[in-house]
């Protein structure tokens, strides 16, 4: 199978998989397989996207669907009931879902993995493929822990699954490794039985609507490229807030914390796709090595340029929620970090010089992804000297979630007032133009099916942005995590780590929303 794969030479050598927006492509028939089939992610995620995606008329009709699950006192009728229960709780109505339990779903029992179960499993996929006449075009998604990657990848190729007269794709969920060394080992063990291109590794940012729309609004608007650089811009902040605590995540989540959970990955997306030169050409190869050059231009982190937090007990929209320490599940005694600001450096010809600040947190005032450019200030002010009042930097925000859309900040003269200035939008919402967002997993799970790359993560890509939290994660041990009332932006070194640089944090929330605006509106 591939060696370690050199994504450079790949893209020089442009056999490159289709690029995004082609979602008008065919998915030819195939078999769709959940390992974990009967799970949250599947439950919650999966089915209701793969309905979507099939009531639209974007799977065809040469498909079937096998959730393969521990529990043996399960079968196809206990799973085609259980799956409509699933969906009508996610919001689709009996209409909806007329046809589905005539749909061609399966219930697979697998209580171990042993190399036995998995040649049984064989020779179920088999025998479904040859009832409906599918040519052995399969998806495997790994919906289970992701401590069982690399077995199963294993077992499903040592049994023969993974090979078959069509393609095969296998879906991996994240988190892809803990750290560097545990993400190369992950890498190799996958690599040792699969080709990269049957590899979709899930970073589910990716498929957010408008995180696709900042290669647009970068590509497609020269305007805005033109000024794309550090002659014109001063920094960029990434805030990844959350008003939600851990839920029942705590297993899971008291051994991850933010950098693990939300930085080396999402945020670090986020900061690719702002940051990366334009590729040469719109497809899987070109996107992903553009986005892989300018991660290995990202300097390591180390602790003088983060600072953690973990929240203590405090009030959201006015409803008192409970520290991290007092969640079910969580140790005591743990100092795992639920908030993290860090400060990027880029060493590249476009970068170089201006910070990048990434903040993300759980129980932060509000749910909000944003990133806001702020550009350098005139070089003279001439309007302050003439009294107009504070005048500020264009800065330009760009919402991912929620209330999708920009706005750029500029100075109006106040009418009736000699130079008064005011600081307004130049404003636009998805909710105004398009209505609803498709939800990231119908992207990716399409994609996935027409086999478009683009939008999941190269191997290189993941060792490279683990690489960037090394010294951070070797050091953890030592680290000071400071607490924060819930309900707050974090602990106060975090406003200490961008004041020091002559910066304060920013964040715009749309009118009417009942929150303290970092920036005023209007
Ligand atoms: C997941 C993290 O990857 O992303 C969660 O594990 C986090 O902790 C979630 O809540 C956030 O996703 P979204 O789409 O709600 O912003």
């Known amino acids: ?214 290669l647009v609004f970068r590509f497609s608007n020269p305007v805005f490229e033109s000024l794309w650089n550090r002659d014109r811009i001063e920094s960029v902040q990434i805030t990844v807030a959350e008003s939600i605590g851990i839920g029942s995540r705590a297993g899971y989540y008291d051994k991850s914390g933010a950098v693990r959970d939300m930085v080396q990955n999402h945020a670090a997306q986020l900061l690719a796709l702002i940051g990366m030169e334009v590729p040469g050409e719109f497809h899987a190869e070109a996107v992903r090595y553009e986005k892989l050059k300018l991660l290995t231009a990202v300097r390591p982190v180390f602790d003088d340029d983060a600072v953690f937090g973990q929240y203590a007990r405090g009030v959201i929209e006015g409803e008192p929620v409970p520290g991290y320490l007092e969640e079910p599940g969580v140790d005591p005694e743990s100092t795992t970090e639920t908030f993290a600001a860090i400060k990027f450096s880029i060493d590249n010809w476009r970068w170089q010089g201006v910070p990048f600040y990434v903040r993300t947190g759980k129980r932060l005032p509000v749910g909000l992804t944003q990133i806001a450019v702020t550009f350098r200030a005139p070089p003279v002010r001439i309007f302050q000297a003439m009294g107009a009042g504070q005048v500020d930097s264009n800065v330009l925000y760009l919402t991912l979630q929620p209330d999708e859309g920009f706005a750029l900040m500029i100075d109006v003269k106040v009418p009736g007032h000699p130079f008064r200035l005011r600081r307004l939008p130049l404003d636009f919402y998805y909710r105004h133009a398009f209505g609803v967002i498709p939800d990231a997993y119908q992207t990716l799970l399409l994609d996935t099916l027409t086999g478009d790359q683009t939008l999941f993560v190269h191997a290189e890509e993941v060792e490279t942005s683990w690489a960037l939290f090394e010294p951070l994660l070797l050091m953890e041990d030592q680290r000071q995590v400071q607490l924060y009332r819930a309900g707050t932006w974090g602990p106060a070194a975090a406003e200490t780590l961008i004041a020091r640089d002559g910066f304060q944090w920013r964040h715009l929330i749309p009118p009417g929303q009942d929150i303290e605006a970092g920036e005023a509106v209007g």
């Open 1 to 214: 199978m591939t060696s370690p794969h050199d994504l450079a030479a790949e893209t020089i050598a442009g056999a490159g998989s289709p690029g995004m927006f082609q979602h008008g492509q065919n998915v030819e028939p195939h078999l769709f397989v959940i390992l974990g089939g009967t799970g949250d992610l599947s439950r919650k995620k999966l089915f209701p996207a793969l309905r979507r995606l099939a009531a639209e008329g974007r799977l065809g009709n040469d498909r079937a669907l096998i959730a393969v699950a521990r529990e043996c006192d399960r079968g196809d009728e206990w799973f085609r009931e259980w799956a409509l229960e699933q969906l009508k709780a996610a919001g689709f109505s009996s209409d909806d879902l007329s046809d589905v339990p005539a749909a061609r779903l399966f219930y697979h029992a697998m209580p171990e993995s042993t190399p036995e179960l998995y040649e049984d499993l064989a020779k179920r996929v088999k025998e479904i493929e040859k009832e409906y006449n599918l040519p052995g075009n399969r998806v495997f998604y790994l919906a289970i822990p992701p401590s069982s990657f690399a077995e199963t990848v294993e077992l499903l190729a040592e049994s023969g699954l993974t090979e078959s007269g069509g393609w095969t794709r296998v879906v991996l969920e994240k988190p892809f490794g803990r750290d560097l060394v545990s993400a190369q080992t992950l890498n190799r063990a996958v690599q040792a039985h699969l080709d990269e291109k049957q590899v979709y590794r899930i970073d589910h940012y990716l498929g957010k609507e408008t995180v696709q729309n900042l």
